[in-house]
């Protein structure tokens, strides 16, 4: 392979602005795909929950398939930045329309259009995801330079992530007052809202990725070994510490989006009253700015006297404890929005630290699958890495919108554009089985997956420079 120069500041901020317009998407569709469907339009939550799983499972197919085609491609312009660039074009669309649909359908075709719209929003997804990463490990020789670049991306991620995070609601609410007419629902003011946020949104995907794949070249990588997808398949499986990562980032991400699905419903029908947009957005400012600290500063900070490793057990040790308080914190007669900002904190900052951390992880892979199988496989293994969010996003969807049909939760009132006091009708017993859900879950998954890379992961700092060693040895 030819020999690599470390990249330029522009090209580093350009790599950063792609992952702040990717992860605005993200989470857009992440955290309120399920609200927008089911909560404004009305479709059953059983019926989004399977929509959600299927999506998922369809996606285990798409993305091995989508990590081999990237790993063949040669064109002029690299073997990333085509797909990047065609992924992102064609995401921002399917974005704008999953969010925007049409008012005179029935109920059995708004399930049909939101299983439609998703199903391409995840394959679009993608097209522009595994080539993102993918350029991790093809640009760095690992160690510090790998640890450097991936933290910012993570980082800027987190900052798109945080965007949408303290934004969408409130933003949801004006445009929709603002575009919307007068004397309509409330509903209906936020189904207008979304899509003229989603259309924002889109465009500014669009911008971000454009900058990225113009300052963001390709180094040379000629003596890469493209693979069939049964090669990748049993190139994955023989890794290992790759497949131990997956596991972990399923179970971790799972128990952080079944809160992150449901912390709306929790505002909105159980903390919030009739002014729950201002706290759920006050406290989402809080999360999202602690999220982006944790990533740039605290994560680097404590890995000046600590490993990753160790700083992994740190971060999963916080969330939980993060997830007792909210548990106890909730079932009090408490209406301060500020007391939430407690346990906020410790899950927030872990949820930040965790996702620069895993991603770290899953690069160092590359390499010990490299010195293992003889080849460099980062798009099977960065393939691996969308399909496993998307797939921990299915599944703590599923389990929220089966919580909700549960709970029966929904926004099923024929109101005025006014606010209401939505908590006010919730049952006692529907407000526990909330809280709940959206804590006793997640602690459970974080218990299994402290356990389970204890006993797995032997990718140390140590270990990690000695394959780099003996990886160099054999150039």
Request: some cysteine.
């Amino acid at each position: 392979m030819g020999e690599k120069t470390k990249l330029t500041g522009a090209a580093k901020a350009s790599y950063g602005f792609g992952a702040v317009g990717k992860d605005m998407v993200y989470m857009l569709s992440a955290s309120y795909i399920l609200y927008y469907f089911q909560d404004i339009l009305g479709v059953s939550a059983a019926a989004m929950g399977v929509i959600l799983m299927v999506a998922r499972v369809f996606d285990a197919f798409n993305d091995p398939i989508m990590g081999a085609i990237v790993a063949k491609t040669k064109t002029k312009w690299g073997k990333f930045r085509p797909w990047l660039l065609i992924g992102t074009l064609t995401n921002a669309v399917v974005l704008y329309l999953m969010f925007t649909a049409p008012p005179t359908l029935d109920a059995g075709g708004l399930v049909a259009y939101a299983a439609v719209t998703y199903i391409l929003w995840g394959v679009t997804y993608t097209m522009m995801d595994i080539p993102y990463w993918s350029m991790i490990p093809a640009f760095t020789e690992g160690g510090q330079e790998r640890e450097g670049l991936t933290t910012l991306a993570r980082s800027c991620a987190g900052v798109g992530s945080a965007i949408i995070t303290i934004i969408t609601v409130k933003s949801v609410s004006a445009l929709g007052h603002a575009f919307g007419g007068s004397g309509i629902t409330d509903r209906e003011v936020e189904r207008v809202g979304f899509s003229y946020f989603a259309l924002a949104v889109a465009i500014l995907f669009v911008v971000f990725t454009v900058i990225c794949c113009i300052n963001v070249k390709e180094k040379s990588s000629v003596d890469m070994k493209s693979a069939t997808v049964g090669e990748m398949f049993k190139a994955l499986i023989q890794n290992d510490q790759a497949m131990t990562v997956v596991v972990a980032i399923v179970v971790v991400n799972c128990s952080i989006y079944i809160t992150s699905n449901l912390v709306i419903y929790f505002f909105k029908y159980d903390f919030g009253g009739i002014k729950w947009r201002d706290a759920y957005t006050l406290f989402s400012t809080f999360g999202g700015g602690i999220q982006i600290l944790a990533m740039m500063i605290l994560y680097p900070l404590l890995r000046k006297f600590f490993s990753s490793l160790q700083i992994y057990f740190v971060s999963m040790g916080m969330a939980i404890c993060g997830y007792i308080s909210l548990l106890f914190i909730a079932s009090t007669a408490m209406k301060n929005v500020f007391v939430l900002f407690i346990p906020g904190f410790f899950i927030f900052a872990s949820n930040g630290m965790l996702a620069v951390i895993t991603t770290v992880f899953l690069a160092n892979t590359v390499d010990y699958g490299e010195l293992k199988n003889n080849r460099r496989d980062e798009s099977v293994i960065f393939s691996m890495q969308t399909f496993v969010v998307k797939l921990a996003s299915g599944v703590s969807a599923f389990i929220a919108a089966l919580a909700l049909q549960i709970l029966s939760l929904s926004n099923d009132t024929a109101e005025t554009a006014t606010e209401i006091d939505y908590s006010s009708g919730v049952e006692a017993a529907q407000k526990m089985g909330l809280r709940m859900t959206m804590t006793i879950i997640p602690i459970a998954g974080l218990i299994f997956a402290i356990i389970w890379f204890k006993k797995k992961y032997i990718l140390t700092d140590e270990k990690i420079e000695e394959i780099s060693k003996e990886i160099s040895a054999r150039k």
